[in-house]
């Protein structure tokens, strides 16, 4: 009897040291997963090569996918679904009426506000089918250097193969009217004639967010002059940029290196105006978006020259500015930061529907207008 006690205690005993054998090396292979993944996305190139996803259950919602071994989701380029219903708040005021849930859902914004709506929920439902049984994925960007996006999830075009064909899911969302095409950050360098065609071919089948007879928002006349008018700004930048060292995207990875390289010198940035602290006794400090948690600074030591420059009334717009780069020591993090110190207003060019004018100029931040820029491509 004790024999046989002691036989079964220690065939326990080896069991449980063979699962704690199990789960190490389980954990082991997920972080040495994880590690290779995170390599491989922080690498600078335009083809990142293939991951592992686990089917439909790798979707968040419609243009949004996790892979394998990271925790953060992907934030897929040019497309921008319509929200998931997430709480009981917004099921409670859509149970009230689509046209009060849509008034609800704006309140006083000036702008169009992201909301969940019955669209995004089958946005949700065609992307789960989309990758259903897909088990890997490739990952390409639009540009080598812009790999994260504010929020520090990777940006990324998901090519498929599927029945034999490579096919780009950020082009197909559109095309079946998931999503419109999303310029708001900038159009697609790599696929911009594809996103056009499949959007017209959306639009002229009434699909998705184009069929007047489902429940979506309603003002995407609105939006898309939102964001024509920041991608007009971010590809006017980006032509003035090429060739010339003055020019820093805050977007890129090497942003902070470049601005270094220059400093005590002229440079010129594009950005999103995060927020604004305006200084009572000290400086006021225009911070343009590049991380979460990790704003750039502009420096406006005169307030007559922030009232001039219209700066105060862009939030969550695109400004670009010409400044002189400085370094100062952050006392609250103890370590050296960079800043942009901008002194007169027409170091600031903040576009609107007023200055719609200028877009055709080639601004030099002097107020001297310059010959054009070349035609849009196409």
């Keep these: 009897m004790h024999r046989a006690l002691a036989s079964t205690a220690l065939a326990a005993a ?80 859509f149970a009230d009426g689509w046209e009060q849930y849509k008034k609800a859902m704006r309140g006083n914004s000036a702008r169009p506000v992201k909301m969940a709506t019955p669209l995004g929920e089958d946005a949700k439902k065609w992307a789960q089918e989309f990758f259903e049984g897909v088990r890997k994925i490739r990952l390409e960007r639009d ?58 071919e959306a639009q002229n089948a009434k699909r998705g967010v184009w069929d007047p007879a489902k429940q979506h928002y309603d003002d995407y006349e609105e939006r898309h002059a939102w964001w024509g008018e920041r991608e007009r700004a971010i590809t006017r930048f980006e032509k003035e940029m090429a060739g010339n060292p003055e020019y820093v995207a805050l977007t890129r990875w ?35 978006g590049r991380s979460r948690g990790n704003d750039f600074d502009v420096v406006f030591f005169d307030k007559d020259v922030v009232l001039s420059s219209g700066v105060l009334h862009k939030k969550g717009e695109y400004v670009q500015v010409r400044g002189v780069v400085n370094k100062f020591r952050d006392r609250y993090r103890n370590v050296d930061r960079l800043q942009v110190l901008v002194s007169l207003p027409g170091q600031v060019l903040a576009p609107s529907h007023e ?16 010959p054009p820029p070349p035609d849009e491509p196409d």
Aim: aromatic fraction near 8%.
């Design 14 to 93: 080896l069991l449980a040291l063979s699962g704690c054998s199990d789960t190490r090396a389980a954990r082991r292979y997920s972080r040495e997963r994880a590690d290779e993944a995170l390599r491989r996305l922080e690498v600078v190139a335009l083809e990142l090569g293939e991951f592992a996803i686990d089917g439909a259950s790798a979707v968040v919602d419609g243009d949004t996918i996790r892979v394998k071994g990271l925790d953060n989701s992907l934030r897929l380029l040019a497309i921008d679904t319509e929200e998931t219903f997430k709480t009981d708040e917004e099921r409670r005021v």
């Design 143 to 200: 540009h080598p250097g812009e790999i994260r996006d504010y929020y520090g999830r990777y940006l990324a075009y998901v090519v498929v193969e599927k029945d034999g064909q490579r096919m780009n899911f950020n082009v197909e969302c559109v095309r079946a009217g998931m999503s419109p095409y999303f310029v708001k950050y900038g159009r697609s360098r790599r696929f911009h004639r594809e996103f056009l065609e499949a959007q017209e």
């Design 254 to 288: 090497d942003a902070l290196l470049k601005l270094e390289q220059r400093l005590g010198q002229d440079v010129v940035l594009l950005g999103a105006v995060n927020d604004v602290q305006l200084g009572d006794k000290g400086p006021t400090i225009v911070k343009l």
């Design 355 to 370: 200055l719609e004018k200028l877009l055709n100029e080639h601004w030099n931040g002097d107020g001297k207008p310059a």
